[in-house]
């Protein structure tokens, strides 16, 4: 019956997604979630992981649910995969209580097969009320080292997901992936999800084509300037801040380079055509903030420089792995003073605030909401810095890193809006606006309070609920002006409240309110010291002297590794005082005969691997040779 299966979702990866077939483990990932066993899937960034869900489900009677907490990812995934041909929705805090219950009759109906959800809407009453009712297959756990607390993107909720699931845990198929996973977190993953004798499926993390580069340097400016003279194709640029990437990018176009900067303080529309732009290779460098690249494919990319530490080794590989997808040789650089390794570290001591402040903080978030202790909620409201600064009385950046404290301990949930929100709050009753209602004289102002009364349900006589913008103005089919203006007409005539939302923060306590703060000093602590850790491996890979290719994959547990990829700067540095203008001349006669693979050529010379692959990573990077690919690849000096 597998088999079967196996060959009706390769049928439907051609019909689809117009593939011959699967790449190197996704046709196991797919075995082993058709014959429904629990699965770990450990692939690299660009790996393919969502295949491993996506072609399943078009084969697997019922719904598959995925749970992800990017929301921007999930709506882009429902995007391509409606464009295919493949039904699927997405529910998460950009729609209205109403839509998300009509979407969920519609998974109730057999309408989709794929249901993207982020994990807090698993917690809302109506998820609870309408599960049971849904015909799932499968569940699919992204970004699955969110579970674990040794993670470096941990969601206390995540750990909820069984729980969350209820009943229908025990009878459904489960898949986690990831693509940044070191033994210990792991280990968390399938105790936390309890993956009962889990088939583990890794690639491994090694890029052969990638050369691992760390550049130690005051002047950063000046050797990125240099980098970018010898590179060629398009690359990335990751900066720690936003304000750090529009300097970076205004300073290059000064210099003569087509640089954009990209960070969620742009507009989504903004965005969207600094990606398309840079994928369509018609912008070949943008500098952005780690906002940037999750789900977004582009096979060529050549380099990634980080002008900025990152605050750990998943985030590192995890963004530099977004060079090179193709299999070609490719550049991940770390530009680094010594000056910034000491600031990363205090600036992890500085922002963390202590018990007395986060009480304060939560407090003055809570009051912000209007939220009595006991109260809970289930859709997010705006987080207005502003009122949390005068509330809690604690300075502005210490306000910013309370709200993210509290979102890292899972008492809220904080997004930064990927698309602009309009909430709305009716101040009448349904009687009181069905009399309002019979009293405008205006048909058009009669049928947009009628319909926007209906989008939002009666939930909105009890607190502000909040729409895709986009949605409200494409339902309504006016403008955005046209929406603005007819909301505050009807807010001026005390009919409702209203609030549009644009690239702001948003969140939601994911517990009712305490009467009492109840974390512990110690609870806060473990968390930064989680944090400071993970950096220090981090400062780690910049220090070694030995190969990083080897530091990158001990780190995420692989065994037996080579001592040496030939590639890095280290593994270079190591053999390049024993390169001759000799050792290139030798390879140079050997190819004006006929072009050779690399077997060939260590046959001819018979000098070692790494020498071999040294002497050739700088004849090509100085263009005294080249790579030709036909039955393998091999090597030729150009004409």
């Known amino acids: 019956m597998t088999e079967q299966l196996f060959q009706q979702a390769k049928a439907n990866l051609k019909?689809?997604?117009?593939?011959?077939?699967?790449?190197?483990?996704?046709?196991?990932?797919?075995?082993?979630?058709?014959?429904?066993?629990?699965?770990?899937?450990?692939?690299?960034?660009?790996?393919?992981?969502?295949?491993?869900?996506?072609?399943?489900?078009?084969?697997?009677?019922?719904?598959?649910?995925?749970?992800?907490?990017?929301?921007?990812?999930?709506?882009?995934?429902?995007?391509?995969?409606?464009?295919?041909?493949?039904?699927?929705?997405f529910i998460n805090s950009t729609i209205s209580r109403a839509e998300v219950e009509q979407r969920l009759i519609n998974a109730r109906n057999g309408m989709y097969k794929l249901l993207y959800c982020a994990p807090e809407r698993l917690e809302t009453t109506i998820w609870q009320n309408m599960m049971g009712?849904?015909?799932?297959?499968?569940?699919?756990?992204?970004?699955?080292?969110?579970?674990?607390?040794?993670?470096h993107d941990f969601r206390p909720v995540y750990r909820k997901i069984p729980e969350m699931m209820g009943p229908v845990a025990d009878r459904i198929h489960w898949l986690a992936l990831t693509a940044t996973a070191t033994p210990e977190v792991r280990t968390d993953i399938i105790s936390a999800l309890d993956l009962k004798d889990p088939n583990v499926?890794?690639?491994?993390?090694?890029?052969?084509?990638?050369?691992?580069?760390?550049?130690?340097?005051?002047?950063?400016?000046?050797?990125?300037?240099?980098?970018?003279?010898?590179?060629?194709?398009?690359?990335?640029?990751?900066?720690?801040?936003?304000?750090?990437?529009?300097?970076?990018?205004?300073?290059?176009?000064?210099?003569?380079?087509?640089?954009?900067?990209?960070?969620?303080?742009?507009?989504?529309?903004?965005?969207?055509?600094?990606?398309?732009?840079?994928?369509?290779?018609r912008l070949p460098l943008v500098a952005a903030t780690n906002a940037f690249g999750m789900g977004i494919d582009k096979p060529d990319c050549r380099f990634v420089v980080h002008y900025d530490i990152s605050k750990s080794m998943e985030a590192y590989y995890q963004e530099a792995g977004r060079a090179g997808r193709d299999g070609d040789e490719s550049f991940p650089?770390?530009?680094?003073?010594?000056?910034?390794?000491?600031a990363a570290k205090q600036a992890i001591l500085d922002s963390w605030p202590d018990r007395r402040q986060l009480t304060s903080a939560y407090n003055a978030i809570c009051d912000h909401w209007n939220l009595a202790a006991g109260s809970s909620m289930?859709?997010?409201?705006?987080?207005?810095?502003?009122?949390?600064?005068?509330?809690?009385r604690l300075s502005r950046r210490l306000c910013w890193s309370a709200v993210r404290v509290l979102d890292q301990l899972g008492v809220l949930k904080l997004a930064q809006n990927q698309e602009p929100q309009v909430g709305v709050r009716f101040l009448v009753s349904g009687d009181g606006l069905a009399d309002r209602l019979a009293r405008m004289e205006k048909p058009r102002k009669r049928e947009f309070?009628?319909?926007?009364?209906?989008?939002?349900?009666?939930?909105?006589?009890?607190?502000?609920?909040?729409?895709?913008?986009?949605?409200?103005?494409?339902?309504?089919?006016?403008?955005?002006?046209?929406?603005?203006?007819?909301?505050?007409?009807?807010?001026?005539?005390?009919?409702?409240?209203?609030?549009?939302?644009?690239?702001?923060?948003?969140?939601?306590?994911?517990?009712?309110?305490?009467?009492?703060?109840?974390?512990?000093?110690?609870?806060?602590?473990?968390?930064?010291?989680?944090?400071?850790?993970?950096?220090?491996?981090?400062?780690?890979?910049?220090?070694?002297?030995?190969?990083?290719?080897?530091?990158i994959r001990i780190y995420f547990g692989e065994k037996n590794v080579p001592k040496h990829c030939g590639k890095c700067d280290n593994c270079r540095k190591a053999t390049s005082g024993n390169i001759t203008p000799e050792h290139f001349s030798k390879v140079a006669g050997l190819l004006k005969e006929e072009p050779m693979?690399?077997?060939?050529?260590?046959?001819?010379?018979?000098?070692n691997r790494l020498q071999l692959k040294s002497v050739l990573s700088s004849m090509l990077r100085e263009e005294m040779i080249r790579k030709v690919q036909d039955d393998e690849e091999r090597y030729s000096c150009p004409p």
Not at 246 to 251: K, P, R, V
Not at 333 to 342: G, K
Not at 530 to 546: A, E, F, P, S, W
Not at 597 to 607: A, D
Request: with cysteine.
């Open 378 to 392: 289930e859709e997010p409201q705006k987080v207005d810095m502003d009122q949390i600064h005068k509330r809690s």
């Open 449 to 551: 309070t009628d319909r926007m009364y209906r989008m939002v349900g009666p939930d909105s006589q009890h607190r502000m609920v909040y729409m895709d913008e986009r949605q409200v103005r494409n339902r309504l089919q006016i403008t955005g002006k046209m929406l603005e203006n007819g909301l505050k007409v009807l807010s001026d005539e005390g009919i409702l409240t209203y609030s549009i939302v644009r690239n702001e923060p948003v969140g939601r306590l994911l517990e009712p309110r305490y009467q009492k703060f109840t974390l512990t000093e110690e609870e806060i602590l473990q968390q930064r010291d989680r944090l400071l850790k993970k950096l220090d491996y981090m400062i780690g890979y910049v220090h070694t002297k030995n190969c990083r290719s080897r530091y």
């Open 15 to 89: 019909r689809y997604w117009g593939f011959d077939d699967f790449r190197p483990g996704q046709d196991e990932v797919v075995r082993s979630v058709l014959s429904g066993r629990p699965t770990l899937v450990l692939f690299p960034t660009g790996g393919g992981k969502s295949l491993c869900y996506q072609v399943p489900a078009t084969v697997l009677d019922g719904v598959t649910l995925v749970i992800s907490p990017l929301v921007a990812l999930m709506q882009d995934q429902v995007f391509q995969l409606q464009q295919k041909g493949v039904p699927a929705t």
């Open 333 to 342: 650089i770390l530009l680094v003073r010594q000056a910034d390794l000491p």
């Open 597 to 607: 693979g690399f077997e060939t050529l260590q046959k001819r010379t018979r000098w």
């Open 133 to 151: 009712e849904l015909s799932l297959s499968l569940i699919a756990v992204d970004e699955a080292h969110c579970i674990s607390e040794w993670g």
């Open 201 to 281: 499926i890794s690639r491994g993390f090694n890029r052969p084509n990638l050369q691992w580069w760390v550049i130690e340097e005051e002047q950063k400016k000046r050797r990125l300037l240099e980098i970018l003279k010898r590179a060629s194709g398009s690359g990335l640029i990751y900066a720690g801040t936003r304000a750090a990437c529009e300097q970076l990018s205004e300073w290059l176009t000064k210099k003569g380079w087509h640089c954009e900067p990209y960070h969620a303080g742009l507009t989504s529309e903004q965005r969207e055509d600094i990606q398309n732009r840079w994928i369509d290779s």
